[in-house]
């Protein structure tokens, strides 16, 4: 599932629009809100992700890897910039 956001035609308004069926998802009132909202479902997957990892990396001792925090701190800060662009 992939969400962008566009202006509504007069501008006051944001628009959350589906990108596989072009379909509305939602209206946002405050159109600085857009980018947060369009990014929900990064954001979730982002989230999920680095769950599953650090579980798994504690699982084997891995979680104070530096490696490891690098490379997770990289997934959620590209979710994070998609969120406030």
């Given at each position: 599932m992939?969400?962008?956001?566009?202006q509504?035609?007069?501008?006051?308004?944001?628009?959350?629009?589906?990108?596989?069926?072009?379909?509305?998802?939602?209206v946002v009132?405050?159109?600085?809100?857009?980018?947060l909202?369009?990014?929900?479902?990064k954001?979730?997957e982002?989230?999920k992700?680095?769950s599953?990892?650090?579980?798994?990396?504690?699982n084997?001792?891995m979680?104070?890897?530096?490696?490891?925090?690098?490379?997770?701190?990289?997934?959620l800060?590209?979710a994070?910039?998609?969120?406030t662009?």
């Amino acid at each position: 599932m992939a969400w962008y956001a566009k202006q509504s035609a007069g501008g006051r308004q944001g628009l959350v629009i589906d990108e596989e069926t072009g379909q509305n998802v939602a209206v946002v009132y405050d159109p600085k809100d857009t980018p947060l909202l369009s990014a929900a479902p990064k954001l979730l997957e982002a989230c999920k992700a680095v769950s599953e990892r650090l579980d798994y990396a504690g699982n084997f001792g891995m979680a104070g890897d530096p490696e490891c925090k690098r490379a997770l701190m990289a997934y959620l800060n590209d979710a994070i910039a998609e969120a406030t662009k």
